[in-house]
């Protein structure tokens, strides 16, 4: 196996998936969204931990994924969070997704379908409360909804929005939310019956408002345990899933007064130890972290030292004592009592911690990992750590 790799411990997601629901209590449900191949983490095998966990419904982006993860996961519902083009639309309803509307074609398109192959069409509205990138506007939804009604074969299971700013402006959130409340009246209004399940909560929302619950909460990040550790607000700490490792493949002595890596931008200020790691920013490693990373060797923090490279980084070992070609570093992850954290690399880099993660390259082998005896998980992986269904490696 290439020296250079990803770990994702499925004992922390299948802990993190209980620790939402475990709070959630038996009204409310958790959509667990897995788009993006699970934010980097392998949409196949999460989605069968957080269905075989306890999630009520997998949510991804789009149709093809959902064609992808059903056959990994065929019990669970998937919800395909934005609308699907009109050339997939047999397929998804012959798939038997959840289908999100936004607009004025779907339905209609939906319909046609649902009535071709006989069967319901699952639909969920997505209402626009202030995100304005998608969605039927709030003020169209009672509208809208007695427009549904007429349509035969569609099932409306649901009916969400999503937030602009839940992790940082209370504000904005509670103003899209109770806006979002009126919609679902309006939606209720015209139907004659309520939506089964009212969902807007994605991982900031999750944390912080309870009232926001609602049905279901729709966290991704928060289940992967990316997010800074907000423990103690609504939420227990989540464990972060992902480790990225790296072992060391060649080491140079660099006099004092000389250059290390493209552009020169880091300068011995003594006679150094640098050890290459076999990863760079082809791998995801983003090159803002040149000069401004620590990775972590027999538990403590060395720091990244001149440019990341596409296929390697440089790490300053100087006074480590007798490093090894070989050793193990962790570049995202916890080794010794240190951690380096998505969160924290996400502030290095001045991008959100979704970014970090998805970003990480399909070229690093991914290894899943258990706690020893995790009977929940342990069926999923292979002895080497692959996964041991049909889930890409
Ligand atoms: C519609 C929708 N719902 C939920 C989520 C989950 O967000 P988070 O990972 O911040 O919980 C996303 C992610 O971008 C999304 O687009």
Same mark, same amino acid.
């Given at each position: ?23 959630? $209590? ?20 999460? @989605? ?37 083009? @009109?050339?997939?639309?047999?397929? @998804? ?11 004025? @074609? ?6 046609? *379908?649902?009535?071709?192959? %006989? ?15 998608? $969605? ?69 929302? &999750? ?24 423990? $103690? #607000? ?19 002595? /660099? ?9 020169? &931008? ?15 920013? %082809? ?20 720091? #990244? /030292?001149? *440019? ?9 070992? &100087? ?16 080794? %010794?009592?240190?951690? #380096? ?9 001045? &991008? ?14 991914? #290894?899943?990992?258990?706690?020893? %005896? ?20």
């Amino acid at each position: 196996m290439r020296p250079a790799w990803i770990e994702i411990d499925l004992t922390a997601i299948a802990d993190n998936v209980h620790r939402v629901l475990s709070v959630l $209590g038996h009204q409310r449900k958790l959509l667990a969204v897995v788009k993006d191949d699970a934010y980097g983490h392998g949409a196949a095998v999460i @989605a069968q931990v957080a269905h075989s966990c306890g999630a009520h419904m997998l949510a991804v982006a789009f149709v093809e994924e959902a064609v992808e993860l059903q056959p990994a996961c065929p019990e669970a519902e998937i919800l395909i969070l934005t609308p699907v083009p @009109a050339d997939a639309i047999e397929t @998804a309803v012959s798939c038997g997704f959840h289908v999100s509307l936004a607009d004025r @074609a779907g339905p209609g398109l939906l319909s046609a *379908a649902a009535v071709r192959q %006989g069967r319901a069409a699952k639909v969920h509205i997505k209402v626009d409360t202030g995100m304005h990138r998608l $969605g039927v506007p709030a003020a169209q939804v009672g509208e809208y909804c007695s427009r549904l009604k007429l349509l035969p074969g569609l099932e409306i299971r649901g009916i969400f929005t999503h937030f602009a700013s839940s992790s940082d402006d209370p504000q904005f959130t509670t103003e899209q939310f109770e806006c979002f409340q009126q919609a679902c009246r309006d939606a209720d209004a015209a139907l004659g019956y309520s939506i089964p399940l009212k969902h807007c909560a994605n991982s900031g929302a &999750t944390v912080r408002y309870p009232e926001m619950w609602m049905d279901a909460v729709r966290p991704g990040a928060l289940l992967y345990g990316i997010p800074r550790n907000r423990g $103690g #607000v609504y939420m227990p700490t989540m464990q972060q899933a992902l480790t990225v490792k790296a072992k060391i493949a060649s080491l140079k002595e /660099v006099p004092v007064g000389e250059t290390v890596g493209y552009g020169r &931008t880091w300068r011995a200020a003594r006679d150094s130890h640098i050890a290459l790691l076999p990863i760079g920013y %082809g791998d995801g490693y983003d090159r803002l972290l040149s000069n401004n990373a620590d990775v972590l060797l027999r538990g403590r923090r060395v720091p #990244v /030292v001149g *440019a990341v490279a596409m296929d390697s980084t440089t790490i300053d070992v &100087t006074g480590v004592g007798d490093v090894r070609v070989g050793e193990e570093v962790v570049l995202i992850g916890d080794q %010794g009592g240190e951690s #380096v954290t998505v969160a924290e690399l996400a502030e290095r880099c001045q &991008t959100i911690v979704h970014e970090v993660a998805v970003r990480l390259d399909r070229r690093l082998p991914r #290894v899943y990992t258990c706690q020893p %005896g995790d009977e929940r998980v342990e069926g999923l992986i292979s002895a080497e750590g692959s996964v041991a269904s049909s889930a890409p490696a």
